[in-house]
């Protein structure tokens, strides 16, 4: 597996602790949401269960929240003050046993005003959930026959390109490591973005 080493690591927690945002151009309300000790216990429960479900997990591991809070849809609230539209991204690092592996915890904010908390793919993917599920039977067709046999198939790591555009309506590639049978395997995919979202393909020719 294709976890970020300890050493390496820790200069990206360094780099990914610079907020892109000022604290002071986002809702005073979606900041008091953040910082809730509600709202970031349960980040951290799915955060643990994530970090949990990973094979080698780290029983000593330690979780910390780094980077930005990145958005895809951005949040709304009602007359009250609650979140009622939205979806953004908080960052965890597990840290121990000689790895950092970078967590996803997406909320989801709906009608409800409680936001829904999913847990992403591990690693800097740029993939939102709903192409993160779309990508996980294209991932599968790039394995080898053998491997996209198995019945245990997960996805364990995966890995923006260092080319990556920043903007997100730019095709941008990533490598997933995809486990199966308990091999590993990098399967390289392009995102080409579209008006509801974007396609996915095996990318034949990633870069070297």
């Not at 809070?69 to 609650?82: A, K, V, Y």
């Not at 005003?113 to 599920?133: C, Y």
Request: with cysteine; hydrophobic share 45%.
């Amino acid at each position: 597996m294709s976890f970020v080493p300890l050493r390496s690591g820790l200069a990206l927690l360094a780099l990914l602790s610079v907020a892109a945002q000022a604290a002071d151009a986002v809702d005073p309300r979606f900041l008091a949401l953040l910082k809730s000790d509600g709202h970031r216990a349960a980040v951290l429960k799915v955060a643990t269960d994530q970090a949990a479900g990973l094979p080698g997990a780290c029983a000593t591991a330690r979780l910390q929240p780094i980077g930005e809070i990145e958005f895809f849809l951005p949040p709304q609230t009602d007359g009250g003050g609650r979140i009622i539209h939205g979806l953004w991204r908080e960052q965890l690092a597990s840290v121990g046993c000689g790895t950092v592996v970078l967590l996803n915890v997406f909320s989801l904010a709906g009608p409800s005003g409680e936001p829904k908390l999913l847990g992403g793919l591990p690693g800097t993917t740029r993939a939102d959930p709903v192409l993160q599920k779309e990508g996980l039977p294209i991932a599968v067709r790039g394995l080898p026959a053998k491997a996209a046999a198995c019945h245990d198939i997960r996805v364990v790591d995966t890995a923006l390109s260092s080319d990556a555009p920043k903007d997100r309506m730019t095709p941008w590639r990533e490598n997933w490591t995809v486990l199966a049978c308990d091999e590993a395997y990098q399967v390289p995919l392009r995102f080409t973005p579209t008006a509801d979202g974007a396609t996915i393909a095996v990318d034949e020719t990633p870069p070297s």
